[in-house]
């Protein structure tokens, strides 16, 4: 671990260095490269000059042991039981930092949220959860974009695709891919039953033109009137654009805008995040050898929370963490979920390094 901690220090020297170079400065995109590394390794750097420290102290409360003064080797032996412990929790603040970032983290996301077992109820909770994330996203100071929506007569969505543009967005809502459960007595139920929904997300890591290029000649283009709410002009004219990438067979539709163009890119966007998901996840299978995290964002068919609104709860599965907060879950204050499947995730990568 001392000679992977070197090595990094070493390059971090050598970031700075490169940054204060003038000739470096000028080259905007290079620049922001070395700049985005020196945050990342400080990060280390700085744990790993404590921990230095606090080896070349230990030497030396030792060193204190040897003398014949009984107060100071009492003295020595109570920093060096302090020091002993400081070099423990330095040694697993080190090794958290040195897991591997996933490099898609830093990615913006596309987030899919549709509908699932529950009818109504269940497009109803869609839309609970499209607003959830909407406050979330404001909470952090992220843009969202409608890409794509189904609306339902209602309220709520049969389907909803949006960007979320941001600071390390992906590697924030990765973590939200799967299904959510909700279980309360719908607006419709008269009896007062309490009736179990549930709504899926998946979450991409939204990709450039340079990750994935699509071949046009891949692409099947259809376009048609739009249908349901919007505005005279969007069911009047043949704005609603088809996708269809004839070599796997996704199908991408939007129609929310006016403006056929607009729909097209916005569709094609959201077929390159999808192509480049589908390369991930190929990529992936073939490191079988590796251990699935207990946080894993790849099965989606796997409930990961539950919203009970008589008990007022919100549960994640995958960590057995309850709060009784719901309506400020709903209104966005997912943090304390995020941090702690961040933690859990890191723990169980811990694991598998050893």
């Not at 406050?135 to 974009?145: D, L, V």
């Not at 094609?268 to 995040?273: F, Q």
Request: glycine share 6%.
């Amino acid at each position: 671990m001392l000679e992977k901690l070197e090595n990094v220090e070493n390059r971090y020297k050598e970031v700075e260095q490169k940054l204060s170079d003038p000739d470096i400065i000028k080259k905007q995109n290079l620049y922001r490269e070395l700049a985005k590394e020196e945050a990342e390794l400080s990060k280390v750097v700085a744990v790993y000059r404590k921990y230095k420290k606090v080896l070349t102290d230990i030497d030396g409360a030792t060193q204190m042991l040897e003398e014949d003064d009984v107060d100071m080797k009492e003295m020595a032996q109570a920093e060096l039981d302090e020091l002993r412990q400081e070099k423990e929790r330095l040694e697993e603040e080190i090794k958290m930092l040195l897991i591997p970032k996933d490099p898609q983290d830093s990615r913006n996301a596309i987030v899919e949220i549709r509908a699932g077992t529950g009818g109504d109820e269940a497009g109803l909770f869609a839309g609970d959860l499209f607003r959830m994330y909407k406050y979330f996203a404001e909470k952090h100071g992220w843009k969202i974009e409608i890409m794509s929506s189904n609306p339902q007569g209602i309220g709520g969505f049969r389907e909803v695709i949006f960007s979320m543009n941001g600071q390390d967005v992906y590697g924030t809502m990765k973590y939200e891919a799967g299904v959510h459960r909700v279980q309360r007595v719908p607006s419709t139920e008269a009896s007062g039953r309490i009736h179990t929904s549930a709504a899926s997300v998946a979450v991409l890591p939204e990709a450039e033109e340079v990750d994935i290029k699509i071949d046009p000649n891949d692409l099947r283009i259809d376009v048609y009137r739009s249908s349901g709410p919007g505005g005279q002009s969007v069911n009047t004219t043949d704005s609603a654009v088809r996708v269809t990438h004839v070599p796997t067979g996704l199908v991408v539709t939007c129609q929310d805008e006016k403006s056929q163009h607009k729909n097209r890119a916005k569709a094609l966007k959201v077929l390159r995040s999808r192509l480049y998901e589908q390369a991930l996840q190929e990529e992936q299978a073939k490191l079988s050898a590796e251990r699935r995290s207990m946080v894993s964002t790849g099965d989606r068919s796997a409930k990961i929370r539950t919203y009970n609104f008589p008990q007022g709860r919100v549960t994640d599965h995958r960590i057995n963490l309850t709060l009784y907060r719901l309506e400020e879950v709903l209104q966005g204050d997912l943090d304390e979920f995020t941090e702690q499947l961040k933690l859990a995730d890191r723990a169980e990568k811990l694991k598998s390094m050893e």
